[in-house]
């Protein structure tokens, strides 16, 4: 295990939370993640499908190396890791300190039920009264108020809601294993002090606290209560704010004063609310409005005593703070136009299509009306629902709704075999991300999902009263259309978290206007607020690979701060403890069977199982145990393990994942090999209820036993395997990117080579003068490269090429010819690929006959120069998306649509007479960009929209462009003899294949840089330490290329960080005599883990890269190739096992 | 495209014909070695033997209904690294598809090799043979040969080709550098020889022969044996998915194997250095016979009989090419090859995969498409 270098803390744990925090673990420190909902990872557990591969994938965040520190299984179900503290229903409540040394202060709220204790039976649901909407299904079905959060995660327990629980007490009473505990007992010890002046209401208030169990005095004025405050302690006070004399807020401020810790809520009539958030702003807890109802009251109270009462208050030194926050869900009811929702049921918003089409949604994944139920024939989507609409406060773009809606049309097509008719329709459809528009065109063109640019005028019923929708809309040529759906989709947009504010206030970080978290410059991780980074949509507007960018970016920005600050809040670890060495021992099996707290003993006979388990050859002991995931239980366990000469512990319990982590905990308590211990899962098998003979309960126990034996008794464990590391990094492209990684990295104490082919420093950003956002490129230029040649740690080889590169991660060596000719030859452990990109040559549009067409990289070189004078501008014309956007070039530049806008605003600024037309056929202002182009239109730049069909015509008379073009709105034909003409022919990758082949990584079809996976690794090559950033992986803008080089970093570094680097335990390896070289399993591989050594004749394996898949042993016909602990044998006698009881 | 030349016939038997021609291949061809099938001094028997003095092709017999092994084996041995010489193999079509697989395995490399098929017949078991070889192997070949081109067929007295000839439906190669052809040829005058490769091109250029012309009925006449053979094999699919339709009848085709594995020795495309029915995988404890023994009453010995054969089916029936040579190894006459390409039919149609077609073809196995069967995952990939 690796030392503890510091701490760091992560409030959120949605995509972006669970990214940053295991950046940080891998790397070493020690990272509290809390969430302040019940369950791990956000939004994603309710979306089962991601695009561009249409399933989930979130598992590839897990990490490859040292894997054995963390699960290895579904992420959604859930997450351990060794440095990860997860706290969920927590929220950060105040902080303290300077960055790298902050006090934090969470408060973990109770979910009434014992987590340790609950096995999720449900009996608990069953007996619950209260139905209330569920959340999870975006409110399409009910739960009760007791419920799962999600239902897939392991372990599964539940957890009140209690703004619906009517604290009945049922589930309490029913639960087997006493985890349920409302408190009434405690409640006696609870001490309320209601001050109010009028009689009545005190009488009734204590009359209705008394009735619930609490202790009750009261005070008829501001002075009695402060005089019975200083005598006697409370636990709660209830304060009104009108009262003669000193009034409420007075006597709030005297009473923090004596007791600052009491919780005090006001109460307060209509006319004095103000005056109540007033209140809460000098310290009150909350508030409550008069007149009371009992019933409403008496649960807000209960819920404030469970919130005051048992709430957990946990403080703690963190270095440094990262934000993960997520978004909200725009609310379609609260705009000015809802489309029907919240009005026709047959009106939802993608979140609930998403619950639609999932197994676990209302009808099992079944497409069909919430109106009635029948089956979905035709479905309409509509875009920028709250978002791109300045009426409902959102004058920006989304950013994903648009690649969702698609995959969801695609969805719906899949799920019902092509019959759903699917239309999206759109304003513009934003396919600015890598390979989004081939996705776009493929949905098009291949699955016949039907794309209508239009925003929908109205939504009506169609008069039948049978749930089927009219949408009236017109076409991009005015004319009208009523075409009738059985569902509308409305595409939510992005608002910022509920809390938001709180937690800005709290870290001292600055929100933007629309209430998402302000970034600096040209970071999108860097908060207001040193030492406190954002992560993910906190900060505006991202899908899931951005979000995953930019969470890395974070957790980068996080541990060079704490790096920067020394990491001195190293937890002390104990050192590693050897296993015991059992490998020339026989067998002993303990066997340990978990009751359940009783509750399995009316199916199965315990003693039964235990006779016939001591029966068997190699079981040496057996031991019944009441509850073992109990503290009580877990620690009987280790007492029977002192001194127990057992070399193989079996347990007989529930959920063999849950136990990942406690094995190993028990291993080095036990000093015996965690992989000498196996779970197997006997609850279910005899959990009551099941309607099955004990007899047959007892053959299903006894073949899982016998098969969890028949594992334990063929594992022969090795010392997993480390291998060392060449803590070296290489760099290749010395551009911003390529820059940012190598200080990146060199801030942490690593030795870099930056490489770059150009005799100067820089790459594209040399000719870039201003963001659109009116940042400086040239100044963050400026300052990378004075920070590169000044790194005592970074040596910068300019004019130079790479010759040769072989090895693997953690052992690279790579050739080099420097500027003079000589060559070099580097050692390094990682490989950071920033090989960049360049603007696209053309020849569309007349582009080199005249002198006045230029690019926009050429207009910006001009603009620098002084070589246009924007006064003697008539007219200007822009073409987006030239030569892009269709094959061979099928993908957005992403950076043209802004680079237009920018030029624009600046001509219109520089001389507002100019007439600017802007040529397009998708604007690409996603996220806050939008902004920009609606300033523009604001500006009077015209925007015509063009098919790609139907392009603009350019031709040059006496040196003069002339442009025609169809204005498909105004069904007329411009003619333009613009001054200038600008084209956006966009970017391809500079580097081309050769740099990919050299070290054996892939590119797309475009040349760009081929990732691991679009979303989940966005900067991992297949090939493990090689990474990539910047341009050479998709167009992008600086700050998006720095965030995703901070974030190529963040990988190296996981791998950088120890001079040794531990393999899996789970790995595998090759019985050379009997293998015959085939190279089966090397094509096989998908790790890329294994090669042939032609001068050893043989296959070797690597063990960092190795995932322990198993794909090689399976390839392989004579079992040449195995996967350690599952060899054959062991496998056979498992299936043995399983099949002995059979009759 | 390709170029065609001939071997003269004439005054000469066709074994002449032929041993003339391996004989410049030797001298004239620039070949390192010549491996081809012989007939032995010590016995009459018909190897393969690797010839490097032209004198000594003189008792070569390609023609003799006999192939006791098949050659792709020798080929892969020779192959398998750098032998330092180019080589010219005489083999049927089914051992050019065989080494085609074990190229594509890795078992072999066509770098150094000049793959010359010849037109094949049929053969008959090594037994069978025997018999009918009698005392002069090259006069039976012949009579044999004549057999056939009078129309009175490959059987003689109770001895016929082995059903797996009889199933073939490639008797010619399309994948050997130089062909020689027979079928449809007018033998009497001359033997068809087409170079269908750049290399075997380049051979017949420098061996210096007589151009020829590929005659008209020869493809009507390969036509004719391989739909005769199709039918066959069509028949045997039918049957042999028949007897073997559940796991009883299954047991019962397989019912006298005892565990010899001589059907895996004699495979060419089993390449495995060792099978893992025969390494400490299956070395099972003692104890386990008996516990398998209690839970049935009884159990055959030896046990994983059935086992073995599925197991050799799930791993090798994509690669099987059909030369029956596993039949031809089983002491105990169990039709190994019916089962064996039965299945292949199915898994070989499943991947649109046909074992030793092509060098270019990827074997299934070593392919990943996501969208690959959707019907068995369930999921969508």
Same mark, same amino acid.
């Given at each position: 295990m690796k030392k503890k270098i510091g701490s760091t803390l992560v409030v959120g744990s949605g995509i972006s939370g669970i990214r940053s925090a295991l950046d940080m673990a891998e790397q070493g420190y020690q990272v509290t993640l809390i969430d302040k909902?019940?369950?791990?990872g956000g939004v994603l557990t309710q979306l089962d499908y991601q695009f561009p591969?249409?399933?989930?994938?979130?598992?590839?965040?897990?990490?490859?190396?040292?894997?054995?520190?963390?699960?290895?299984?579904c992420l959604r179900k859930g997450l351990f890791h060794e440095n990860i503290d997860i706290m969920l229903s927590?929220?950060?409540v105040a902080m303290e300190g300077e960055p790298g040394k902050f006090q934090v202060t969470l408060r973990q709220k109770s979910s009434i039920v014992d987590q340790e204790r609950c096995?999720?039976?449900g009996e608990c649901a069953r007996v619950c009264p209260v139905e209330a909407p569920d959340p999870f299904n975006g409110g399409l079905t009910d739960r009760k108020?007791?419920?799962?959060?999600?239902?897939?995660?392991?372990?599964n327990a539940y957890v009140v809601d209690l703004d619906a629980c009517?604290?009945?007490?049922e589930c309490e009473k029913i639960c087997p294993t006493h985890?349920?505990?409302?408190?009434k007992e405690e409640r006696k010890k609870f001490r309320i002090l209601v001050v109010d002046d009028e009689l009545i209401v005190r009488d009734s208030l204590k009359e209705w606290l008394l009735d619930e169990g609490f202790d009750v005095d009261m005070a008829e004025s501001g002075t009695e209560a402060l005089e019975k405050m200083s005598k006697e302690h409370f636990h709660l006070k209830l304060l009104d704010?009108?009262?003669?004399?000193?009034d409420g807020v007075e006597v709030l401020k005297r009473a923090k004063e004596i007791r600052p810790d009491l919780p005090v809520v006001m109460m307060t009539a209509y006319a004095t609310v103000e005056t109540a958030v007033e209140a809460m702003k000098i310290g009150a807890h909350d508030y409550l409005m008069k007149p009371f109802d009992p019933d409403n009251l008496i649960p807000l109270i209960v819920n404030l005593y469970h919130d005051i009462q048992s709430a957990g208050v946990k403080e703690m030194e963190v270095g440094s703070v990262i934000l993960a926050g997520g978004f909200d869900s725009y609310?379609?009811?609260?705009?000015?136009?809802?489309?029907?929702y919240g009005l026709f049921p047959n009106v939802v918003t993608s979140l609930q299509f998403e619950r639609m089409v999932s197994g676990t949604g209302p009808n099992q994944g079944k497409i069909l009306?919430?109106?009635?139920g029948k089956e979905v024939k035709k479905i309409a989507w509509f875009q920028c629902v709250g978002s791109r609409d300045q009426q409902a406060?959102?004058?920006?773009?989304?950013?994903?709704c648009c690649m969702f809606a698609i995959k969801e049309a695609l969805l719906a097509k899949e799920k019902s075999e092509g019959q759903i008719d699917t239309t999206i329709f759109y304003m513009?459809?934003?396919?600015?991300?890598?390979?989004f528009q081939r996705y776009r065109d493929r949905a098009e063109k291949?699955?016949?999902?039907h794309f209508e640019r239009s925003r929908v005028h109205s939504v009506e019923t169609t008069?039948?009263?049978?749930g089927t929708l009219r949408v009236a809309y017109a076409d991009t040529t005015g004319t009208k259309h009523e075409e009738d759906f059985d569902l509308v989709v409305l595409a939510a947009g992005q608002r910022p978290p509920t809390g938001a504010e709180e937690v800005a206030e709290t870290c001292g970080v600055v929100l933007n206007p629309w209430g998402f978290c302000q970034v600096e410059g040209f970071s999108?991780?860097?908060?207001?607020?040193?030492g406190v980074l954002v992560g993910g949509s906190f900060s505006g507007l991202r899908d899931i690979s951005e979000s995953v960018i930019q969470a890395s970016s974070a957790s980068l920005e996080a541990s060079r701060l704490i790096h920067s600050k020394g990491g001195g809040l190293a937890e002390e670890v104990s050192p590693e403890t050897g296993f015991r060495?059992?490998?020339?021992?026989?067998p002993q099996v303990l066997a340990v069977l978990c009751k359940c707290g009783g509750t399995l003993s009316e199916s199965a006979d315990f003693d039964e199982i235990s006779s016939w388990l001591e029966a068997?050859?190699?079981?040496t002991g057996v031991h019944a145990i009441d509850?073992?995931?109990?503290h009580e239980g877990w620690d009987e366990l280790k007492e029977t393990l002192?001194?127990?000469?057992?070399?193989r512990i079996l347990i007989a319990s529930?959920?063999?994942?849950?136990?990942a982590r406690k094995l190993r905990e028990l291993g080095r308590s036990a000093e015996l090999?965690?992989?000498?211990m196996e779970v197997v899962d006997i609850r279910t098998l005899a959990?009551?209820?099941?309607?099955?003979?004990k007899e047959a309960v007892h053959q299903e126990v006894r073949a899982v036993l016998s098969m969890g034996i028949g594992k334990l008794k063929g594992m022969d464990p090795l010392p997993v395997a480390t291998s060392r590391i060449v803590q070296k990094a290489l760099v290749v492209g010395g551009g911003i990117a390529g820059m940012t990684a190598g200080l990146a990295i060199a801030d942490h104490g690593f030795e870099v080579t930056l490489v770059e082919k150009?005799?100067?420093?820089g790459g594209n950003a040399r000719?870039?003068?201003?963001?659109?956002?009116?940042?400086?490129p040239q100044e963050l230029l400026e300052e990378s490269i004075s920070k590169v040649e000044k790194h005592p740690l970074i040596r910068t080889h300019t004019g130079a090429k790479i010759i040769y590169s072989q090895g693997h991660v953690g052992n690279f060596s790579t050739s080099i010819e420097k500027e003079d000719g000589q060559g070099e030859t580097l050692d390094h452990g990682v490989t950071v690929l920033a090989t960049g990109g360049i603007e696209a040559k053309t020849e569309s549009y007349?582009?080199?006959?005249?002198?006045?067409i230029l690019t926009q990289h050429d207009l910006e070189e001009k603009l620098a120069e002084g070589?246009?004078?924007?006064?003697?501008?008539k007219t200007v014309a822009m073409i987006q998306c030239v030569d892009s956007r269709?094959?061979?070039?099928?993908?957005?530049?992403?950076i043209c649509c802004q680079s237009a806008l920018k030029n624009a605003l600046f001509f219109k600024k520089q001389n507002p007479e100019t007439d600017i037309y802007i040529f397009y056929r998708?604007?690409?202002?996603y996220g806050f960009m939008e902004t920009y182009y609606s300033e523009a239109r604001k500006a009077g730049v015209i925007f015509v929209p063009y098919d790609v069909g139907q392009k603009p015509e350019v031709s040059v008379e006496d040196g003069r462009p002339r442009l025609s073009a169809l204005?498909?709105?105004?069904?007329r034909e411009w003619l333009l003899e613009p001054d200038l003409l600008v084209l956006s022919t966009g970017v391809v990758p500079d580097a081309g294949r050769e740099v990919a082949e050299q070290f054996g990584v892939e590119v797309n079809q475009d040349g760009f840089y081929q990732e691991a996976?679009?979303?989940?690794?966005?900067?991992?090559?297949?090939?493990?330490?090689v990474f990539m950033c910047g341009l050479a992986h998709s167009p992008r803008s600086i700050a998006e290329s720095v965030a995703m080089a901070e974030a190529a970093a963040q990988r190296a570094l996981r791998i950088l960080n120890s001079d040794r680097l531990a393999s899996g335990s789970v790995v595998a390896e090759v019985r050379h005599s009997l293998?015959?070289?085939?190279?089966r399993c090397v094509a096989f591989c998908p790790y890329e883990a294994r090669h042939h050594d032609e001068d050893e004749e043989m296959i070797v394996v690597n063990e960092l890269m190795c995932?322990?898949?198993?794909s090689c042993a399976a390839v392989c016909p004579n079992s040449a190739s195995v996967l350690r602990g599952y060899r054959d044998q062991q496998v056979f006698e498992v299936i043995d096992a399983a099949l002995e009881n059979v009759v | 495209m390709a170029k065609t030349a001939k071997i003269d016939v004439k005054e000469q038997n066709l074994l002449t014909a032929l041993r003339g021609f391996f004989k410049a291949l030797l001298e004239d061809g620039d070949m390192e070695a010549l491996l081809v099938p012989q007939h032995l001094p010590m016995k009459n028997v018909v190897m393969p033997t690797l010839v490097t003095?032209?004198?000594? =092709?003189?008792? #070569? &017999?390609?023609?003799?209904?006999?192939?006791?092994?098949?050659?792709a084996k020798m080929v892969s041995r020779l192959t398998r690294?750098?032998?330092?010489g180019r080589i010219a193999v005489v083999l049927r079509p089914c051992e050019i598809k065989a080494f085609i697989e074990l190229v594509k395995l890795k078992?072999?490399?066509?770098?150094?090799v000049i793959l010359v098929s010849m037109d094949c017949y049929g053969t008959y078991g090594n037994v069978d043979y025997t018999r009918f070889a009698g005392d002069d192997g090259a006069d039976a070949s012949l009579r044999f040969y004549e057999n056939v081109v009078s129309g009175?067929?490959?059987?003689w007295e109770d001895i016929d080709i082995s059903p797996a000839c009889k199933a073939c439906?490639?008797?010619? =190669?399309?994948? #050997? &550098?130089l062909q020689i052809g027979m079928l449809g040829v007018d033998t009497k005058d001359h033997l068809l020889l087409k170079a269908m490769t750049g290399a075997g091109e380049d051979l017949l250029e420098k061996l210096g022969l007589p151009e020829g012309e590929e005659p008209e009925g020869r493809k009507k006449a390969i036509e004719d044996l391989v739909s005769d053979r199709v039918a066959y094999r069509d028949k045997m699919f039918e049957e042999t998915s028949e007897a073997t339709s559940d796991l009883n009848k299954l047991t019962a085709y397989l019912g006298?194997?005892?565990?010899?594995?001589n059907c895996r020795v004699a495979?060419?495309?089993?390449?495995?250095?060792?099978c893992v029915f025969v390494t400490?995988?299956?070395?099972?404890?003692?104890?386990q016979y008996l516990k398998w023994a209690k839970r049935k009453g009884l159990i055959k010995m030896p046990t994983d009989t059935v086992f073995y054969h599925m197991t050799r089916l799930a791993h090798m029936s994509t690669a099987c090419?059909?030369?029956g040579q596993c039949s031809n190894a089983c002491p105990n006459d169990i039709p190994v090859m019916e089962i064996f390409r039965t299945i292949a039919s199915y898994t070989q149609r499943a991947f649109d995969y046909e074992a030793g077609?092509?060098?270019?073809?990827?074997p299934p196995l070593s392919v990943f498409k996501e969208s690959e069967y959707s019907e068995v995952t369930g999921g969508k990939d």
């Amino acid at each position: 295990m690796k030392k503890k270098i510091g701490s760091t803390l992560v409030v959120g744990s949605g995509i972006s939370g669970i990214r940053s925090a295991l950046d940080m673990a891998e790397q070493g420190y020690q990272v509290t993640l809390i969430d302040k909902e019940p369950h791990l990872g956000g939004v994603l557990t309710q979306l089962d499908y991601q695009f561009p591969t249409d399933h989930c994938g979130m598992c590839k965040m897990l990490p490859l190396v040292e894997r054995d520190s963390s699960s290895q299984y579904c992420l959604r179900k859930g997450l351990f890791h060794e440095n990860i503290d997860i706290m969920l229903s927590t929220e950060l409540v105040a902080m303290e300190g300077e960055p790298g040394k902050f006090q934090v202060t969470l408060r973990q709220k109770s979910s009434i039920v014992d987590q340790e204790r609950c096995i999720g039976c449900g009996e608990c649901a069953r007996v619950c009264p209260v139905e209330a909407p569920d959340p999870f299904n975006g409110g399409l079905t009910d739960r009760k108020a007791i419920y799962l959060p999600v239902p897939h995660n392991i372990p599964n327990a539940y957890v009140v809601d209690l703004d619906a629980c009517t604290h009945c007490g049922e589930c309490e009473k029913i639960c087997p294993t006493h985890a349920i505990d409302f408190g009434k007992e405690e409640r006696k010890k609870f001490r309320i002090l209601v001050v109010d002046d009028e009689l009545i209401v005190r009488d009734s208030l204590k009359e209705w606290l008394l009735d619930e169990g609490f202790d009750v005095d009261m005070a008829e004025s501001g002075t009695e209560a402060l005089e019975k405050m200083s005598k006697e302690h409370f636990h709660l006070k209830l304060l009104d704010i009108k009262m003669p004399g000193m009034d409420g807020v007075e006597v709030l401020k005297r009473a923090k004063e004596i007791r600052p810790d009491l919780p005090v809520v006001m109460m307060t009539a209509y006319a004095t609310v103000e005056t109540a958030v007033e209140a809460m702003k000098i310290g009150a807890h909350d508030y409550l409005m008069k007149p009371f109802d009992p019933d409403n009251l008496i649960p807000l109270i209960v819920n404030l005593y469970h919130d005051i009462q048992s709430a957990g208050v946990k403080e703690m030194e963190v270095g440094s703070v990262i934000l993960a926050g997520g978004f909200d869900s725009y609310d379609p009811s609260t705009g000015k136009d809802t489309y029907g929702y919240g009005l026709f049921p047959n009106v939802v918003t993608s979140l609930q299509f998403e619950r639609m089409v999932s197994g676990t949604g209302p009808n099992q994944g079944k497409i069909l009306r919430p109106s009635d139920g029948k089956e979905v024939k035709k479905i309409a989507w509509f875009q920028c629902v709250g978002s791109r609409d300045q009426q409902a406060d959102a004058d920006f773009c989304s950013s994903a709704c648009c690649m969702f809606a698609i995959k969801e049309a695609l969805l719906a097509k899949e799920k019902s075999e092509g019959q759903i008719d699917t239309t999206i329709f759109y304003m513009d459809m934003r396919t600015f991300g890598k390979d989004f528009q081939r996705y776009r065109d493929r949905a098009e063109k291949e699955s016949g999902v039907h794309f209508e640019r239009s925003r929908v005028h109205s939504v009506e019923t169609t008069g039948k009263d049978d749930g089927t929708l009219r949408v009236a809309y017109a076409d991009t040529t005015g004319t009208k259309h009523e075409e009738d759906f059985d569902l509308v989709v409305l595409a939510a947009g992005q608002r910022p978290p509920t809390g938001a504010e709180e937690v800005a206030e709290t870290c001292g970080v600055v929100l933007n206007p629309w209430g998402f978290c302000q970034v600096e410059g040209f970071s999108l991780s860097r908060t207001s607020s040193e030492g406190v980074l954002v992560g993910g949509s906190f900060s505006g507007l991202r899908d899931i690979s951005e979000s995953v960018i930019q969470a890395s970016s974070a957790s980068l920005e996080a541990s060079r701060l704490i790096h920067s600050k020394g990491g001195g809040l190293a937890e002390e670890v104990s050192p590693e403890t050897g296993f015991r060495d059992v490998s020339r021992e026989m067998p002993q099996v303990l066997a340990v069977l978990c009751k359940c707290g009783g509750t399995l003993s009316e199916s199965a006979d315990f003693d039964e199982i235990s006779s016939w388990l001591e029966a068997q050859g190699s079981v040496t002991g057996v031991h019944a145990i009441d509850s073992l995931c109990t503290h009580e239980g877990w620690d009987e366990l280790k007492e029977t393990l002192q001194g127990n000469s057992a070399n193989r512990i079996l347990i007989a319990s529930c959920m063999p994942y849950v136990y990942a982590r406690k094995l190993r905990e028990l291993g080095r308590s036990a000093e015996l090999n965690p992989e000498l211990m196996e779970v197997v899962d006997i609850r279910t098998l005899a959990f009551p209820g099941r309607d099955t003979e004990k007899e047959a309960v007892h053959q299903e126990v006894r073949a899982v036993l016998s098969m969890g034996i028949g594992k334990l008794k063929g594992m022969d464990p090795l010392p997993v395997a480390t291998s060392r590391i060449v803590q070296k990094a290489l760099v290749v492209g010395g551009g911003i990117a390529g820059m940012t990684a190598g200080l990146a990295i060199a801030d942490h104490g690593f030795e870099v080579t930056l490489v770059e082919k150009a005799a100067e420093l820089g790459g594209n950003a040399r000719t870039l003068h201003r963001t659109i956002e009116g940042h400086s490129p040239q100044e963050l230029l400026e300052e990378s490269i004075s920070k590169v040649e000044k790194h005592p740690l970074i040596r910068t080889h300019t004019g130079a090429k790479i010759i040769y590169s072989q090895g693997h991660v953690g052992n690279f060596s790579t050739s080099i010819e420097k500027e003079d000719g000589q060559g070099e030859t580097l050692d390094h452990g990682v490989t950071v690929l920033a090989t960049g990109g360049i603007e696209a040559k053309t020849e569309s549009y007349s582009y080199g006959e005249s002198e006045a067409i230029l690019t926009q990289h050429d207009l910006e070189e001009k603009l620098a120069e002084g070589g246009v004078e924007p006064a003697n501008l008539k007219t200007v014309a822009m073409i987006q998306c030239v030569d892009s956007r269709e094959e061979p070039r099928n993908y957005c530049s992403r950076i043209c649509c802004q680079s237009a806008l920018k030029n624009a605003l600046f001509f219109k600024k520089q001389n507002p007479e100019t007439d600017i037309y802007i040529f397009y056929r998708d604007m690409m202002s996603y996220g806050f960009m939008e902004t920009y182009y609606s300033e523009a239109r604001k500006a009077g730049v015209i925007f015509v929209p063009y098919d790609v069909g139907q392009k603009p015509e350019v031709s040059v008379e006496d040196g003069r462009p002339r442009l025609s073009a169809l204005d498909p709105i105004l069904g007329r034909e411009w003619l333009l003899e613009p001054d200038l003409l600008v084209l956006s022919t966009g970017v391809v990758p500079d580097a081309g294949r050769e740099v990919a082949e050299q070290f054996g990584v892939e590119v797309n079809q475009d040349g760009f840089y081929q990732e691991a996976e679009s979303k989940w690794r966005p900067v991992d090559f297949i090939k493990e330490g090689v990474f990539m950033c910047g341009l050479a992986h998709s167009p992008r803008s600086i700050a998006e290329s720095v965030a995703m080089a901070e974030a190529a970093a963040q990988r190296a570094l996981r791998i950088l960080n120890s001079d040794r680097l531990a393999s899996g335990s789970v790995v595998a390896e090759v019985r050379h005599s009997l293998c015959a070289l085939c190279e089966r399993c090397v094509a096989f591989c998908p790790y890329e883990a294994r090669h042939h050594d032609e001068d050893e004749e043989m296959i070797v394996v690597n063990e960092l890269m190795c995932q322990g898949c198993g794909s090689c042993a399976a390839v392989c016909p004579n079992s040449a190739s195995v996967l350690r602990g599952y060899r054959d044998q062991q496998v056979f006698e498992v299936i043995d096992a399983a099949l002995e009881n059979v009759v | 495209m390709a170029k065609t030349a001939k071997i003269d016939v004439k005054e000469q038997n066709l074994l002449t014909a032929l041993r003339g021609f391996f004989k410049a291949l030797l001298e004239d061809g620039d070949m390192e070695a010549l491996l081809v099938p012989q007939h032995l001094p010590m016995k009459n028997v018909v190897m393969p033997t690797l010839v490097t003095d032209p004198e000594k =092709s003189n008792t #070569a &017999d390609p023609l003799a209904p006999v192939f006791p092994m098949n050659a792709a084996k020798m080929v892969s041995r020779l192959t398998r690294r750098p032998v330092g010489g180019r080589i010219a193999v005489v083999l049927r079509p089914c051992e050019i598809k065989a080494f085609i697989e074990l190229v594509k395995l890795k078992q072999g490399s066509m770098d150094e090799v000049i793959l010359v098929s010849m037109d094949c017949y049929g053969t008959y078991g090594n037994v069978d043979y025997t018999r009918f070889a009698g005392d002069d192997g090259a006069d039976a070949s012949l009579r044999f040969y004549e057999n056939v081109v009078s129309g009175k067929g490959t059987a003689w007295e109770d001895i016929d080709i082995s059903p797996a000839c009889k199933a073939c439906e490639h008797p010619v =190669s399309e994948s #050997a &550098d130089l062909q020689i052809g027979m079928l449809g040829v007018d033998t009497k005058d001359h033997l068809l020889l087409k170079a269908m490769t750049g290399a075997g091109e380049d051979l017949l250029e420098k061996l210096g022969l007589p151009e020829g012309e590929e005659p008209e009925g020869r493809k009507k006449a390969i036509e004719d044996l391989v739909s005769d053979r199709v039918a066959y094999r069509d028949k045997m699919f039918e049957e042999t998915s028949e007897a073997t339709s559940d796991l009883n009848k299954l047991t019962a085709y397989l019912g006298n194997c005892v565990n010899c594995y001589n059907c895996r020795v004699a495979c060419p495309v089993c390449y495995c250095k060792e099978c893992v029915f025969v390494t400490d995988v299956f070395d099972h404890e003692p104890s386990q016979y008996l516990k398998w023994a209690k839970r049935k009453g009884l159990i055959k010995m030896p046990t994983d009989t059935v086992f073995y054969h599925m197991t050799r089916l799930a791993h090798m029936s994509t690669a099987c090419i059909g030369c029956g040579q596993c039949s031809n190894a089983c002491p105990n006459d169990i039709p190994v090859m019916e089962i064996f390409r039965t299945i292949a039919s199915y898994t070989q149609r499943a991947f649109d995969y046909e074992a030793g077609r092509s060098l270019e073809e990827e074997p299934p196995l070593s392919v990943f498409k996501e969208s690959e069967y959707s019907e068995v995952t369930g999921g969508k990939d």
